[in-house]
């Protein structure tokens, strides 16, 4: 469920991208036939080139986002079953996925990244096949 969750998710990520990238080429067209001098179509040129990286960032950030959310879904009964303190927090998704609609980040996930990761804290069960190494 959650694989076929994330890739759809991803599918309209690329074609938001590929929106944004179609939009970015039409406004330099229209830039360009406004131009007066080289310079000013170089400047719509590399407009539109930010703004299709821009776009493939966002994709990129989006897509993982999506990855992040499918594993919190798959490891979830290992932070909530047992009585077990969680240790981990999840990645935070920057603020340019939040502001351009993506949207998609889980519950919780906000646009501002962490100042840091804190320790672990309290008894660490993990299980290794040959006891504790």
Do not use: F, W
Not at 35 to 64: F, G, L, P, S
Not at 113 to 130: D, E, L, N, Q, V
């Amino acid at each position: 469920m959650q694989s076929a969750k994330q890739k759809l998710s991803d599918m309209a990520s690329t074609a938001k991208e590929r929106m944004v990238i179609c939009e970015a080429r039409a406004a330099e067209k229209a830039e360009q036939a406004m131009a007066r001098t080289k310079e000013e179509e170089e400047i719509a040129h590399q407009r539109r080139k930010a703004k299709e990286a821009e776009a493939k960032m966002d994709m990129h950030m989006a897509k993982a986002a999506h990855a992040e959310e499918k594993l919190m879904a798959k490891q979830s009964h290992y932070h909530v079953s047992h009585g077990h303190v969680t240790h981990h927090t999840p990645v935070q998704a920057p603020a340019s996925v939040m502001e351009h609609g993506y949207r998609q980040n889980p519950p919780g996930v906000t646009p501002v990244p962490p100042a840091a990761y804190p320790p672990p804290t309290g008894p660490h069960h993990h299980h290794h096949p040959y006891g504790n190494v």
